[in-house]
């Protein structure tokens, strides 16, 4: 069993910077792929960014190459999104979530583990 606790979200303009923290229980962290997903209202939950075990793989949504990062810390248990050139498009509720295997994946049902959101809202 894992928990996953997400911080660091908020209220920012458009151009401005955050970074998520994802910080999980459990000592098989390492064992575990890790990704972010979004959810805005009325809208789907989408999938934003993934990581294998090690860090060496990352995969990340279309709409956020070039602006968005995802990293993790194996031994501080805690995965990160770097969020840059934010704009409003990317308001929503940011969930991590955590897989029973070490490749990434980027469909939501291939995640066992989800945290209970953070939101971030991005004005222009």
């Known amino acids: 069993q894992v928990q996953l606790v997400e911080s660091g979200g908020g209220l920012v303009q458009a151009g401005d910077s955050l970074r ?3 910080a999980a229980s459990g000592r098989t962290f390492s064992s575990y792929a ?10 789907e939950r989408e999938f934003v960014a993934a990581i294998s ?11 956020v190459k070039g602006r ?5 810390d194996n031994v501080k248990n805690t995965v990160y999104l770097q969020m840059n050139s934010l704009k409003p498009e990317d308001t929503a509720v940011y969930y ?6 070490v490749v990434p994946a980027r469909q939501v ?15 222009s």
């Not at 075990?53 to 709409?63: F, K, P, Q």
């Open 109 to 123: 049902v291939s995640y066992d583990y989800w945290g209970q959101g953070t939101q971030v809202t991005v004005s």
């Open 68 to 72: 968005f990062t995802i990293s993790r």
């Open 53 to 63: 075990w090690s860090g060496g793989s990352t995969y990340l949504a279309d709409s």
């Open 34 to 43: 890790m990704g972010w997903f979004r959810q805005a209202p009325g809208k």
């Open 20 to 22: 998520l923290s994802c």
């Open 96 to 101: 991590c979530a955590a897989r029973r295997t």
